[in-house]
C-alpha cells in the first residue's frame, strides 16, 4: 500500500517568516515528487517538483528530497498571508502511474 | 495557451442514477488522469487514459468507467450513483512522452453531489 503522510496542521506561521512543510513517503520506488498548493474551494495547483536528491530553489520555494530517508520538505521563505492555503505533497512511481497524495497541510500565514 | 478545462461545474444528481463528467487537456498534452478528492482529503486516482487505453486503474470499483477520444480529451462515467460518489473530481493532464517530466496539471473539477 503506497502511502504519503503528511502533518495535517493547521500550521501557523507569522508574515515573512520561513514555513516549513514535511512529508514522508512509503513506496521505495516512486520516483517523481511534487508540491501542489490548493486554495479553499479550487482545484491543486502544481508549484515544485523534484526528481534528485537535494534542493531545488524556485523564487521563494525550496524543495528537498532526501530518497534515503524517504522525506520531501517545502520551504517558503517571505512568508505571505496570499501563501495561507493547503499544501498536498504527491508522489508517482512513473509517467503511466497515478500520482498519490497525502492528505494536505493547512498552512496559515498570520499578517 | 490553454489549460486544462472540465464541464459542468457543479451537478446534482439522485442515487441510483449515472453522470458523465467531461475533460479536455492542456494544449499539447497527451495523457489524462482522473481523481475523487473528498472533503478534507488528499486526490484519490481513479484511472488513466494514454492513446484511448486505460493504461492505470486505482482503487475504484468498475462503475467508475471513461474514455479518451482522439483529440485526447475524455469523458469519466459513474454508474449507480451512491451518497458516498459526492466528491469534487479532478482531471489532470500531462504528456507521457517526456521522460521525468511526469508533472500533471489539474482543471478546475466538477463538484459532485448525490442526493
Known amino acids: 500500500q503506497k502511502e504519503v503522510e503528511q502533518n495535517s496542521g493547521p500550521l501557523s506561521v507569522p508574515e515573512g517568516a520561513i514555513a516549513s512543510l514535511n512529508c514522508t513517503y512509503s513506496d521505495r520506488v516512486s520516483q517523481s515528487f511534487f508540491w501542489y498548493r490548493q486554495y479553499s474551494g479550487k482545484s491543486p495547483e502544481l508549484i515544485m517538483s523534484?526528481?534528485?536528491?537535494g534542493d531545488k530553489e524556485d523564487g521563494r520555494f525550496t524543495a528537498q528530497l532526501n530518497k534515503a530517508s524517504q522525506y520531501v520538505s517545502l520551504l517558503i521563505r517571505d512568508s505571505q498571508p496570499s501563501d495561507s492555503a493547503t499544501y498536498l505533497c504527491a508522489v508517482i512511481r512513473g509517467g503511466a502511474d497515478g500520482l498519490t497524495f497525502g492528505k494536505g497541510t493547512h498552512l496559515i500565514i498570520q499578517p | 495557451d490553454a489549460g486544462v478545462t472540465q464541464s459542468p461545474t457543479h451537478l446534482i444528481k439522485t442515487r441510483g442514477q449515472q453522470v458523465t463528467l467531461r475533460c479536455s487537456p492542456k494544449s499539447g498534452h497527451d495523457t489524462v488522469s482522473w481523481y475523487q478528492q473528498a472533503l478534507g482529503q488528499g486526490p484519490q486516482f481513479i484511472f488513466q487514459y494514454y492513446e484511448e487505453e486505460e493504461r492505470q486503474r486505482g482503487n475504484f470499483p468498475d462503475r467508475f468507467s471513461g474514455h479518451q477520444f482522439p483529440n485526447y480529451s475524455s469523458e469519466l462515467n459513474v454508474n449507480a450513483l451512491l451518497l458516498g460518489d459526492s466528491a469534487l473530481y479532478l482531471c489532470a493532464s500531462s504528456f507521457k512522452a517526456v521522460r521525468d517530466f511526469y508533472e500533471q496539471y489539474f482543471g478546475p473539477g466538477t463538484r459532485l453531489t448525490v442526493t
Open positions: 523534484i526528481y534528485s536528491n
